[in-house]
């Protein structure tokens, strides 16, 4: 399978048998239409992982690259985890390459075979969900998402930020960082706790970014905080928390 591998997730338990489940996707696979990509869902057992996968999810659309970014967590907060897959290539009508975050949910079993659309961007060549990552960034026990949009239009790039709640996954992003679009600002993302203070914190790569040399890139850190009256805090350090590559 062409780009199997590609790229790879530990989910968590999607079951509830107390055992973690990965999921392995293949963005340029040409099923439906070329470069669809395709997800597989493979469940952990006392033996370790199934060799036969439990649930697929396919692209439908030419170029959709369904999977180019995957994630786990429980923002639904049901005490399963569930499958997050960006697909940044999806149209939505005249919105060319705008992209799309889907949820798979995990039900006790494996994950719902019928993935939701969480958010789509609705901007032609945002490429919303070439990167995705998921953390508890501000301490109330449930799981944040960060989904990178490096080509949000012509001015600009971003990753948008969903804090989850008692009430789940809200329809749209709480917190939004731009930028220039040259620098590709949320190419990457990541979320780890990188100064043990029990507060994920938050990564994005700008590629493209210059300092001293053309496109040398750069990585900005945002440090996780507690809430103050439920609103989302970001601490940075200068420039904001940059380090060189």
């Known amino acids: 399978m ?20 990965i999921a392995v996707a293949a963005p340029l696979f040409n099923g439906a239409a070329a470069d669809s990509g395709f997800v597989q869902f493979f469940q952990g057992s006392s033996t370790g992982i199934s060799a036969a996968s439990a649930r697929s999810f396919e692209g439908t659309q030419v170029s959709e690259e369904i999977g180019r970014s995957l ?10 985890a569930d499958l997050l897959i960006g697909a940044p290539r999806a ?6 390459d705008s992209g799309r975050i889907m949820l798979a949910r995990g039900v006790g079993s494996v994950p719902d075979n019928v993935h939701d659309t969480l958010v ?7 490429s919303l969900g070439n990167a995705m990552a998921s953390g508890d960034l501000n301490g109330d026990g449930f799981t944040d998402l960060a989904v990178g949009a490096f080509g949000q239009n012509a001015g600009e790039a971003r990753y948008t930020l969903f804090w989850v709640s008692s009430t789940g996954l809200p329809s749209i992003p ?14 990457s993302v990541a979320i780890g706790d990188l100064n043990g203070n029990g507060f ?9 970014a210059s300092n001293g040399q053309g496109s040398e890139g750069l990585v900005h850190v945002y440090w996780g905080c507690l809430r103050y009256h439920h609103r989302p805090v970001l601490r940075s350090r200068p420039e ?3 380090i060189r590559t």
């Open 240 to 242: 904001p928390g940059r």
């Open 200 to 208: 994920g914190d938050l990564i994005v790569g700008a590629s493209q």
């Open 71 to 80: 994630s786990g967590g429980d923002p639904d907060n049901d005490g399963f």
């Open 2 to 21: 062409p780009s199997w591998g590609r790229q790879s997730q530990g989910l968590g338990d999607t079951n509830g048998d107390g055992y973690a489940d």
């Open 91 to 96: 149209d939505d009508a005249a919105f060319i």
């Open 120 to 126: 789509e961007s609705n901007v032609i060549n945002a």
């Open 174 to 187: 709480t917190t939004v960082l731009t930028t220039s679009s040259t620098l590709e600002f949320g190419i």
